[in-house]
């Protein structure tokens, strides 16, 4: 029954110390079953397939070992639009709906806006750019395969693909003939390498390091891509950037440093902490 299911992998869940074992328990059951979470309380005594059963016990068993939720589910809600992840590829955080809100705020005037985003992993940032600001153009960089196809995977899924261009990209690399864009905006790694070990184990253990480790101080992508924004971006162009909650002073003074932007500022994220530095290019 599916209630004794829940409460068997609920139990398998906080033996392992998950906090959210029974949230985490209904998700993956009410996937397998194509339902929602409403649908588990209102049926609790309904029988179960067993390779439904077996399946949910397996996936229990993966999430045993602390493997992210959306690497079992293969997918990630975010700005209310549904995203393929796997491993190998970032998870997109709610936190970074901050910084698209924001660019979306910015942009929404700009006709025909043509956007950058850096480091685009599952293309999270720049799909839901080109949803939302239909009339977009977005250029997404990574240097990974498995995000480039995941990210193109995902502008198919989400109907923008004729709007979004995946294309390989080192974001440390030097720029050649670059095109010029109303709005470069990035969720670089930004977390000092010698703090990745500490991380959650979810994060720490599952993650791809490479969209986590910012250099010794966590600025490394900050320092070249704020660089390259300057031959980036169309006079009066946007640089935003999602940033860690300690970061706020170290970004805002880079590109204060750099001398090509003006209008320079930092926004707060739902829990008030720093989330998005941004500034116009003069």
């Known amino acids: 029954m599916i209630g004794s299911l829940l409460a068997e992998g609920t139990r398998i869940l906080s033996d392992a110390g998950i906090p959210t074992a029974r949230l985490d328990a209904e998700l993956l059951l009410a996937s397998l079953l194509g339902r929602e979470r409403l649908y588990l309380a209102l049926h609790r005594k309904e029988a ?14 993966r999430r045993e070992k602390h493997e992210p939720l959306a690497y079992i589910v293969g997918c990630k809600e975010f700005m209310s639009l549904s995203f393929s992840v796997g491993p190998g590829v970032l998870i997109p955080r709610p936190d970074t709906e901050t910084l698209v809100e924001f660019v979306i705020r910015q942009l929404s005037d700009v006709k025909e806006p043509h956007i950058l985003d850096i480091c685009t992993g599952s293309g999270a940032i720049a799909i839901s ?15 990974e395969e498995v ?35 109303d709005a470069v905006v990035s969720n670089p790694p930004y977390i000092p390498d010698s703090v990745v070990a500490g991380l959650m184990p979810e994060v720490r253990a599952f993650e791809p390091h490479i969209a986590l480790c910012g250099g ?3 600025l490394l992508f900050y320092r070249q891509i704020t660089k390259n924004a300057v031959l980036l971006l169309k006079s009066g162009g946007l640089l935003a ?24 500022g930092v926004l707060h994220d739902l829990a008030d902490n ?3 530095v941004y500034g116009r290019k003069k």
């Open 147 to 181: 995000c480039i196809e995941t990210a193109r995977k995902n502008a198919t899924s989400n109907g923008v693909a004729e709007r979004v261009s995946v294309i390989r990209q080192d974001a440390l690399a030097p720029l050649s003939s670059p095109k010029t864009f």
């Open 274 to 276: 720093p989330r998005v």
């Open 241 to 264: 950037y999602e940033i860690g909650y300690d970061q706020a002073d170290a970004v805002t003074t880079l590109l204060r440093d750099s001398g090509a932007f003006s209008d320079i």
């Open 48 to 61: 179960v397939a067993e390779d439904v059963r077996q399946a949910f016990l397996a996936q229990i068993a």
């Open 216 to 218: 010794t101080d966590g």
């Open 129 to 143: 750019l080109a949803h939302y600001l239909p009339e977009s153009r977005v250029e997404a960089w990574d240097i």
